[in-house]
């Protein structure tokens, strides 16, 4: 059920909500499976979108703990390199594009845009 919620608050623009509903289901322990991975893919864009680095960090911790289930999975990965270039840590999108076994045309893309939102348009080309 959280998961419904996170994903209608995010897709209507209520990034706050999605990460209170989020903050909950980290404070209750649930350990992280294939459903939440649908959480972490609809919360960073709503950390990003409030600049909230803090749990943006925290999430990627928690996705890093469960090791397999990020490499390989571009997409998810260039979710958190957004998530960072939004939040203003360019670095840290960057040291994760580096780290990435596979790089497909969402993570190029992701790490350009990542540059010119960040007024790196010499690093972007």
Not at 8 to 25: C, D, H, I
Not at 34 to 61: D, N, Q, R, Y
């Amino acid at each position: 059920m959280s998961m419904a919620m996170i994903s209608e608050y995010v897709l209507n623009g209520k990034a706050n909500s999605a990460l209170e509903v989020f903050r909950w289901f980290l404070q209750e322990k649930m350990s992280p499976n294939s459903l939440t991975m649908a959480i972490i893919f609809t919360t960073l864009p709503a950390c990003a979108s409030l600049a909230a680095l803090k749990l943006g960090v925290e999430l990627h911790g928690k996705i890093l703990k469960n090791g397999p289930v990020l490499e390989g999975n571009v997409h998810l990965e260039s979710a958190v390199m957004d998530m960072y270039a939004k939040c203003g840590r360019l670095d840290l999108a960057h040291q994760n594009f580096r780290r990435m076994h596979v790089k497909d045309a969402v993570c190029w893309n992701s790490i350009i845009t990542s540059c010119t939102q960040n007024s790196k348009p010499a690093e972007a080309i």
